[in-house]
């Protein structure tokens, strides 16, 4: 854009001459000619338009009266900024109304490079042109999403105030938060995460390398950057990953022994402790299961079920799994038996 507004400072500047001495020549001759500044507009049709028959460009804004009028989409020849984004119609500044930047040559064409004069927002992207050019936080205002992030720089900038505000997104960064996943992916994936926070559940993985393929979908394979812990067993997902003894985040019940990992990893540390089982492997203590080995409370029995046996003592926890419901058929036909006892 600096280059853009270099350029045509030079050129404005030699249409700026050649209006004035167009103009000091023009009042010369004004006595016998109906165009007194010779812009082409006769006095009639200044006087109508309010422009000075004396000035070839009367709001001086680098954009001749003419040219402005008779341009297909004409602007104001009174007003140096026709659409009021704050940019000048031509190549010259007006102080303390606008800056130069539109019809840089004055032509009354939208060149390559320019922005129109006649709309407020060239690349419609919610954000004006003047906001663009002149904010701290500069966009190109010939392009609607100048990061390539997915997301219009006008959504960017919602205040439209031309800097990156508290709440907002930055629109010359596609990711704002660093996460690797873009801002426009993360307000509007499948999945939505919170594009100013790198870890929107904050579980201690980014979002982006929980939603390894960017995509803004959770696959299954993926943990989800919007829960804490994605398998609900107890255990973060940055635990079960980064732990000592890790485990998987995706699936509940790792080594598939009917006791969920969190239930395993007792103190929920990632190390298997005393008198804790072990989460990634189904039979830590070489009969049949850890879930099978998990009493069951009844009756104030604790009963534990294998494929050798079933032996009863006082309870001391609870549990799930096989051996759980070989101790309650145990327990049923002790039951049954005090009953045939008692009624004898």
């Known amino acids: 854009m600096v280059g853009r507004q270099m350029t045509g400072w030079g050129v404005a500047g030699g249409v700026a001459l050649a209006l004035v001495l167009g103009a000091s020549q023009a009042r010369a001759e004004c006595v016998s000619v109906r165009d007194c500044d010779g812009d082409g507009l006769t006095r009639e049709e200044e006087a109508q338009l309010g422009t000075s028959d004396e000035d070839v460009d009367t709001d001086h804004d680098g954009v001749g009266d003419f040219i402005e009028v008779r341009r297909s989409e004409p602007l104001d020849p009174v007003r140096p900024d026709s659409d009021g984004d704050g940019l000048c119609d031509g190549g010259l500044s007006v102080e303390g109304v606008c800056t130069a930047g539109e019809d840089l040559d004055g032509d009354g064409v939208v060149d390559v490079g320019e922005t129109d004069p006649t709309n407020p927002d060239t690349d419609n992207d919610r954000s004006l042109d003047g906001v663009e050019v002149l904010g701290a936080n500069a966009t190109d205002p010939l392009d609607d999403d100048t990061d390539r992030d997915g997301f219009l720089d006008g959504e960017e900038d919602a205040d439209g105030s031309g800097d990156v505000s508290a709440g907002e997104t930055d629109p010359n960064n596609a990711d704002t938060d660093g996460d690797g996943l873009k801002d426009g992916l993360e307000v509007r994936g499948v999945n939505p995460t919170d594009p100013l926070d790198p870890d929107t559940d904050g579980d201690g993985l980014s979002d982006g390398a929980e939603d390894a393929d960017h995509n803004g979908h959770r696959e299954v394979d993926e943990t989800d950057p919007t829960l804490r812990d994605t398998d609900g067993d107890g255990l973060e997902d940055a635990l079960e990953l980064r732990a000592a003894n890790p485990t998987d985040p995706t699936l509940a019940d790792t080594d598939g022994d009917g006791l969920s990992d969190g239930e395993e990893d007792l103190n929920r540390n990632g190390v298997v402790d005393p008198g ?69």
């Open 276 to 344: 804790e089982h072990d989460p990634r492997t189904p039979d830590a203590n070489g009969i049949v299961d850890d879930g099978g080995d998990v009493a069951v409370e009844l009756l104030g029995y604790r009963v534990e079920g294998s494929s050798c046996g079933v032996s009863g003592a006082p309870s001391r926890r609870g549990g799930n799994g096989l051996g759980a419901w070989w101790g309650l058929a145990a327990l049923v036909g002790v039951g049954l038996a005090r009953e045939r006892v008692r009624r004898r």
